[in-house]
Structure formats: structure tokens, C-alpha cells
């Protein structure tokens, strides 16, 4: 059975500030994972992509991936108020290269 | 381009009464996916569909729920007969071969009272 664990949190982190999410994934089959962010009432949106070992930067956004440890992390630098969401975490997971399987999320909150 | 759209946005039912819930994929999409979110369960994938043909419905709940994909730009999903524990957003999403990029719905919530 494929599992993706994620601290529901709220996280709670002011303005600013640096905030890291984690997600560990129970399939060693999944080479890559996305990141989707849901505003409260919305529908998922995908923010991050990484297929590789290592860092990969976007903006504000850092995804981290070790395979060997099946971990997966999201770093959100200078925090603002519109980061306030929940994210979801999804490793790949069929051939066609589309997330299949998100775990529950972990809600952010920033606080001005 | 229109993104993927969800009829009805809300449904309010009783139970026993059948509910149907449809979408209309991306474009050019040829995979079709619904899920379930719940605050217990989060977002749990129910089927998903490559080119209209079912790849994998081992997450629908139970005989009452049914998905269809009659062509390539259009799902129904199907509860029959609803019951209270069904209550839950159901999104669909679609999406391409080349990013693997979700794209979903606004979603449909559902309520069985």
C-alpha cells in the first residue's frame, strides 16, 4: 500500500519567516513528487515539481528530495500572509508521469 | 483555454436519492482523474481514466459509485444510492502526458442529509 505522511500542523510561522513542510513517502517505486497548494475553499493547485536528488528552486520555493530516505520537503522563504494554505505533497506514481496520490496536507499559516 | 469544469457546484440531497456528478476535461487532456476530500481522509483518488478507458478504480468506495468516460472530454460519476457518509467535495482533475501536472475542477460538494 502507497502512503504519503504529512504533519497536518497548523503550522504556524510570522511573517517573513522561513517555513518547511516534510512529507515521507512509503513506495520506493516513486521517483518524483509534486507540491499543490490549496487555499481554503479551492481546489489544489500544483506549485512544485522535482524528479532528482537535491534542491531545486523556484522563487520563494525550495523543493528537497532524498530518495534513499523517501523525503520529500518544501522550504517557503520570507513567508507572507497569501502562503497561508494547506499543501499536499503527491509522489508519482503510473507511468503516464501524473501524481496519483496526495497525502493530507499540512496547513500554513503566516501571521503578519 | 477553459480550465476543467465541474456541474453541479453544490448538491444537496437526501438519502437513498441518486446523485450525479459530471465534468468536462481540458482540451487536448486524455487522462481523467476523481477524487474524494474529506477533512478525516483528505484527498483520496476514487478512478482515473487514460483515453476513456478505466486504468484503475480500486479506490471507489463501494458497488454504489460508479465513473463513465462516454467520450474524450467528458466524465459522470455516480452514486446511487447516496448515503450521509458519501457528504465530501469530489474534484476532478485532468491532465496531459509531457508535464504531469494536475489541473483540477472547482470541485462538486456534496451533501446527503
Known amino acids: 500500500q502507497k502512503e504519503v505522511e504529512q504533519n497536518s500542523g497548523p503550522l504556524s510561522v510570522p511573517e517573513g519567516a522561513i517555513a518547511s513542510l516534510n512529507c515521507t513517502y512509503s513506495?520506493?517505486?516513486?521517483?518524483?513528487f509534486f507540491w499543490y497548494r490549496q487555499y481554503s475553499g479551492k481546489s489544489p493547485e500544483l506549485i512544485m515539481s522535482?524528479?532528482?536528488?537535491g534542491d531545486k528552486e523556484d522563487g520563494r520555493f525550495t523543493a528537497q528530495l532524498n530518495k534513499a530516505s523517501q523525503y520529500v520537503s518544501l522550504l517557503i522563504r520570507d513567508s507572507q500572509p497569501s502562503d497561508s494554505a494547506t499543501y499536499l505533497c503527491?509522489?508519482?506514481?503510473?507511468?503516464?508521469?501524473?501524481?496519483?496520490?496526495f497525502g493530507k496536507g499540512t496547513t500554513l499559516s503566516v501571521s503578519s | 483555454d477553459a480550465g476543467v469544469i465541474q456541474s453541479p457546484r453544490h448538491e444537496v440531497t437526501e438519502m437513498g436519492q441518486e446523485v450525479t456528478l459530471r465534468c468536462k476535461l481540458i482540451s487536448g487532456h486524455n487522462s481523467l482523474f476523481w477524487y474524494r476530500q474529506t477533512m478525516m481522509r483528505g484527498l483520496e483518488l476514487l478512478i482515473y481514466f487514460n483515453n476513456n478507458v478505466p486504468i484503475d478504480d480500486s479506490g471507489m468506495p463501494e458497488d454504489r459509485f460508479s465513473a463513465k468516460m462516454p467520450n474524450a472530454s467528458f466524465s459522470t460519476l455516480k452514486i446511487q444510492p447516496s448515503e450521509p457518509r458519501d457528504s465530501a467535495v469530489y474534484f476532478c482533475?485532468?491532465?496531459?502526458?509531457?508535464?504531469?501536472?494536475?489541473?483540477f475542477g472547482e470541485g462538486s460538494r456534496l451533501t446527503v442529509l
Open positions: 503527491a509522489p508519482l506514481a503510473n507511468q503516464a508521469g501524473t501524481a496519483l496520490i
Open positions: 513506495d520506493r517505486v516513486s521517483q518524483s
Open positions: 522535482i524528479y532528482s536528488n
Open positions: 482533475a485532468s491532465s496531459g502526458q509531457i508535464t504531469g501536472e494536475l489541473f
